[in-house]
């Protein structure tokens, strides 16, 4: 069992800094846990922590059960992997593999068999005899894994591993990433700011802010209900819309509508320690241009119109970026909108919208 638990971990730095806060999180045996948040939230000293490169100023760090606050990074038994691959260049892509191997003392044939299984598993086997100078960014970073897994370690650490590589390799080694800890079932955890690579490689996902965690979920759970604004509107590309709404009379009215609600938002809204004022989220994909819609959804919808500023067209996906009350807000899924914008008359002219508003499709802060 290589479960790793932090209990209110928290991180200072002689100057001052509180990198990270009373940081509580269970990572589960076999699991692909996954860090993002903006630059500078404690991502990397989280991971730090556990890797054993940074002390734990507060709180305790058990990794398969046993205490390691004290205990010195290679003790640990657990595999880092870097943005920059650390290859050593005048070795082989067979030596930097074997490398580790060889500090622990193993046997040459028992290394050789490492070495040929982790090859084959990262598709290296070709490439055994190269040196790092010889291989793309793609096949150094998938040597660099390789090292990592070659000693069977309790748990992968990877700080941004595939950001220096370019966007489609980084789509490739997505992948490979994704089946390599499948296949192998070690417990991973894994920093990233990109919110792409956190939505799909991870079992679950913790989202850092400021040193603090802010919710743990898996992917779906987090997009569907974020716990506050900061989530709603991290998670998501382009980001969740916000309208500032007023409860009045039971229903939210908001500066370009009524919105109608369900039973149970109208209940909950009605307590007396309910808010007065709130945030209203709405995602891109939950507009629909109010002319290709029947009667029913446009009832259940709060209809408005909204100048649009330009269309962003990305392929089979398009958005329709608008100006409501004076903000810019993103739509998806409105191609029969985007189409006629081409004919510039509908840009800056007020176009119909629909959202479609549920429990599932908005967030609320109060
Ligand atoms: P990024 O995505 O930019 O790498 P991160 O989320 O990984 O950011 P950390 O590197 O963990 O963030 O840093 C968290 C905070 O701690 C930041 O405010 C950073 O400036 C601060 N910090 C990191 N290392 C030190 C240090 N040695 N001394 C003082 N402050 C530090």
Do not use: W
């Given at each position: 069992?290589?479960?790793?638990?932090?209990?209110?971990?928290?991180k200072?730095?002689p100057d001052?800094?509180?990198?990270?806060?009373?940081?509580?999180?269970?990572?589960?045996?076999?699991e692909?846990?996954?860090?993002?948040?903006?630059?500078?939230?404690?991502?990397?000293?989280?991971?730090?922590?556990?890797?054993?490169?940074?002390?734990?100023?507060?709180?305790?760090?058990?990794?398969?059960?046993?205490?390691?606050?004290?205990?010195?990074?290679?003790?640990?038994?657990?595999?880092?992997?870097?943005?920059?691959?650390?290859?050593?260049?005048?070795m082989?892509?067979?030596?930097?593999?074997a490398?580790?191997?060889?500090?622990?003392?193993?046997?040459?044939?028992?290394?050789?068999?490492?070495?040929?299984?982790?090859?084959?598993?990262?598709?290296?086997?070709?490439?055994?005899?190269?040196?790092?100078?010889?291989?793309?960014?793609?096949?150094?970073?998938?040597?660099?894994?390789?090292?990592?897994?070659?000693?069977?370690?309790?748990?992968?650490?990877?700080?941004?591993?595939?950001?220096?590589?370019?966007?489609?390799?980084?789509?490739q080694?997505?992948?490979?990433?994704?089946?390599?800890?499948?296949?192998?079932?070690?417990t991973?955890?894994?920093?990233?700011?990109?919110?792409?690579?956190?939505m799909?490689?991870?079992?679950r996902?913790?989202?850092?802010?400021?040193?603090?965690?802010?919710?743990?979920?898996?992917?779906?759970?987090?997009?569907?209900?974020p716990?506050?604004l900061?989530?709603?509107?991290?998670i998501?590309?382009?980001?969740?819309?916000?309208?500032?709404?007023?409860?009045?009379?039971?229903?939210?009215?908001?500066?370009?509508?009524?919105?109608?609600?369900?039973d149970?938002?109208?209940?909950?809204?009605?307590?007396?320690?309910?808010p007065?004022?709130?945030?209203?989220?709405?995602?891109p994909?939950?507009?629909?241009?109010?002319?290709?819609?029947?009667?029913e959804?446009?009832?259940?919808?709060?209809?408005?119109?909204?100048?649009?500023?330009?269309?962003e067209?990305?392929?089979?996906?398009?958005?329709?970026?608008?100006t409501?009350?004076?903000?810019?807000?993103?739509?998806?899924?409105?191609?029969?909108?985007?189409?006629?914008?081409?004919?510039?008359?509908?840009?800056?002219?007020?176009?119909?919208?629909?959202?479609?508003?549920?429990?599932?499709?908005?967030?609320?802060?109060?």
């Amino acid at each position: 069992m290589a479960d790793i638990v932090l209990d209110k971990v928290s991180k200072s730095f002689p100057d001052g800094t509180v990198a990270v806060r009373d940081v509580d999180l269970e990572i589960a045996d076999g699991e692909f846990v996954i860090l993002v948040g903006p630059s500078g939230c404690g991502k990397s000293t989280t991971l730090n922590m556990i890797a054993g490169l940074e002390d734990v100023s507060g709180g305790e760090l058990r990794i398969a059960g046993e205490r390691v606050n004290d205990k010195a990074p290679r003790d640990r038994d657990i595999a880092m992997v870097f943005q920059s691959y650390a290859l050593y260049p005048n070795m082989t892509v067979r030596e930097n593999m074997a490398f580790p191997l060889r500090l622990a003392k193993l046997d040459k044939a028992t290394i050789e068999q490492k070495v040929n299984d982790a090859a084959k598993v990262l598709e290296l086997t070709a490439l055994l005899d190269r040196k790092p100078a010889n291989l793309s960014g793609g096949q150094r970073q998938r040597v660099a894994m390789g090292r990592a897994i070659v000693r069977s370690p309790k748990a992968f650490l990877m700080d941004e591993p595939l950001s220096n590589l370019d966007a489609k390799l980084r789509v490739q080694m997505r992948t490979v990433v994704s089946r390599l800890q499948k296949q192998l079932g070690t417990t991973t955890v894994y920093v990233t700011h990109d919110q792409t690579e956190a939505m799909t490689l991870g079992d679950r996902v913790v989202i850092m802010r400021g040193g603090s965690v802010q919710q743990v979920g898996p992917p779906q759970e987090l997009y569907d209900h974020p716990t506050n604004l900061f989530v709603a509107g991290f998670i998501g590309s382009p980001s969740m819309n916000f309208l500032h709404a007023a409860v009045e009379d039971g229903g939210l009215r908001t500066a370009v509508g009524d919105v109608p609600l369900g039973d149970r938002i109208r209940r909950e809204l009605a307590a007396e320690d309910a808010p007065r004022e709130l945030i209203l989220g709405i995602r891109p994909e939950h507009f629909e241009d109010a002319s290709l819609i029947d009667d029913e959804t446009r009832a259940r919808g709060m209809e408005f119109e909204a100048p649009v500023e330009i269309v962003e067209s990305m392929g089979s996906d398009k958005y329709v970026y608008l100006t409501v009350e004076g903000e810019r807000a993103s739509a998806a899924e409105l191609e029969e909108l985007a189409a006629d914008v081409g004919a510039e008359d509908l840009t800056g002219s007020g176009s119909s919208l629909v959202t479609r508003l549920s429990a599932e499709s908005t967030a609320t802060e109060g």
